[in-house]
């Protein structure tokens, strides 16, 4: 068994994704899924501590995230994601013993393909986003609205011309704990956003959320399945200085947050973990996330 980091490519659900991997090839499925502005290496730490209990640990670049193609539908939306998760699961010889853990539009993702085909699945993971329905007050908070300036501005015309390296650096700064070291990991967050079509994908992500004519209908049934509870249990961890969706309004009352959460979930607070909480928090979040799979 070698916990060596590898990468790969696959086509799934007509889409060719390239993917870093650990692991021993007939090992069950962990899919792990980025966020925005993330790449595949952000599960680095976790992917090998995946891969030494006997996982076949698979990190894939988000669709629009090179390596990972452009869709050809021009489709962002959580539905897209969540389907492209199943499409993987089925693609990568995935079956019910599988786990999916998914971080920031990974989580939208995760909620998705675990509502939409629980059978895949046994557990899932999200970090850093809960459910839909815990963040239906979010916004009504003055301060929140403030650190979601950049969604309202991924609306305009500007989104592009906008999203360089600083941008991008900015606000990987104001997300993290003070001092965190981001410069590597925002360059690898530039060879994803390499070429101005995955610039485009990657704003497009925000411009689905907001804007209903860009919701393909080939997408509805994985559309739907984002927003409801679904079966699977479901372990929430979310960093107590995350500076994008900040502790004091998603965690105030963890019990809301596990209202909407399948029986059986948990919800935690890692101490010292900003958005990133897997990269600021390494050793405690791979505890959480490898004691919460084997229970």
Same mark, same amino acid.
């Given at each position: 068994?070698?916990?060596?980091?590898?990468?790969?490519? &696959?086509?799934?659900?007509?889409?060719?994704?390239?993917?870093?991997?650990?692991?021993?090839?007939?090992? %069950?499925?962990?899919?792990?899924?980025?966020?925005? %502005? =993330?790449?595949?290496?952000?599960?680095?730490?976790?992917?090998?501590?995946?891969?030494?209990?006997?996982?076949?640990?698979?990190?894939?670049?988000?669709?629009?995230?090179?390596?990972?193609?452009?869709?050809?539908?021009?489709?962002?939306?959580?539905?897209?994601?969540?389907?492209?998760?199943?499409?993987?699961?089925?693609?990568?010889?995935? =079956?019910?013993?599988?786990?999916?853990?998914?971080?920031?539009? $990974?989580?939208?993702?995760?909620?998705?393909?675990?509502?939409?085909?629980?059978?895949?699945?046994?557990?899932? &993971?999200?970090?850093?986003?809960?459910?839909? $329905?815990?963040?239906?007050?979010?916004?009504?908070?003055?301060?929140?609205?403030?650190?979601?300036?950049?969604?309202?501005?991924?609306?305009?015309?500007?989104?592009?011309?906008?999203?360089?390296?600083?941008?991008?650096?900015?606000?990987?700064?104001?997300?993290?704990?003070?001092?965190?070291?981001?410069?590597?990991?925002?360059?690898?967050?530039?060879?994803?956003?390499?070429? %101005?079509?995955?610039?485009?994908?990657?704003?497009?992500?925000?411009?689905?959320?907001? =804007?209903?004519?860009?919701?393909?209908?080939?997408?509805?049934?994985?559309?739907?399945?984002?927003?409801?509870?679904?079966?699977?249990? &479901?372990?929430?961890?979310? $960093?107590?200085?995350?500076?994008?969706?900040?502790?004091?309004?998603?965690?105030?009352?963890?019990?809301?947050?596990?209202?909407?959460?399948?029986?059986?979930?948990?919800?935690?607070?890692?101490?010292?973990?900003?958005?990133?909480?897997?990269?600021?928090? %390494?050793?405690?979040?791979?505890?959480?996330?490898?004691?919460?799979?084997?229970?």
């Amino acid at each position: 068994m070698s916990d060596a980091i590898t990468t790969g490519s &696959v086509e799934a659900g007509g889409l060719e994704f390239g993917y870093l991997a650990a692991g021993p090839g007939d090992g %069950p499925l962990a899919l792990c899924l980025h966020g925005f %502005p =993330d790449s595949a290496h952000t599960w680095r730490h976790l992917l090998p501590e995946l891969a030494g209990a006997g996982y076949r640990a698979v990190a894939p670049f988000m669709r629009g995230y090179a390596p990972t193609r452009v869709p050809e539908d021009g489709a962002f939306q959580t539905g897209a994601l969540a389907a492209d998760a199943v499409a993987l699961h089925e693609a990568l010889g995935g =079956d019910g013993n599988a786990v999916i853990i998914g971080h920031d539009w $990974g989580a939208f993702a995760t909620y998705g393909a675990a509502a939409h085909s629980p059978g895949r699945w046994r557990k899932a &993971v999200t970090l850093a986003v809960p459910p839909l $329905g815990a963040m239906m007050n979010a916004f009504s908070s003055y301060e929140q609205l403030k650190r979601s300036f950049y969604i309202f501005l991924f609306q305009t015309p500007l989104a592009e011309a906008v999203l360089d390296r600083a941008f991008v650096e900015g606000l990987w700064r104001d997300w993290s704990p003070p001092g965190a070291e981001v410069a590597g990991d925002v360059d690898r967050v530039m060879e994803c956003l390499a070429t %101005p079509a995955n610039v485009a994908a990657a704003v497009g992500y925000y411009r689905a959320m907001l =804007d209903p004519s860009r919701l393909l209908d080939r997408y509805a049934a994985e559309q739907r399945s984002a927003s409801r509870t679904g079966e699977r249990p &479901v372990l929430y961890l979310h $960093g107590a200085a995350d500076g994008c969706l900040g502790a004091d309004v998603v965690m105030s009352d963890p019990a809301a947050v596990l209202a909407q959460l399948p029986p059986g979930s948990r919800a935690e607070v890692v101490e010292g973990g900003g958005h990133f909480l897997q990269l600021d928090r %390494p050793a405690e979040v791979n505890r959480l996330i490898l004691d919460w799979l084997a229970a």
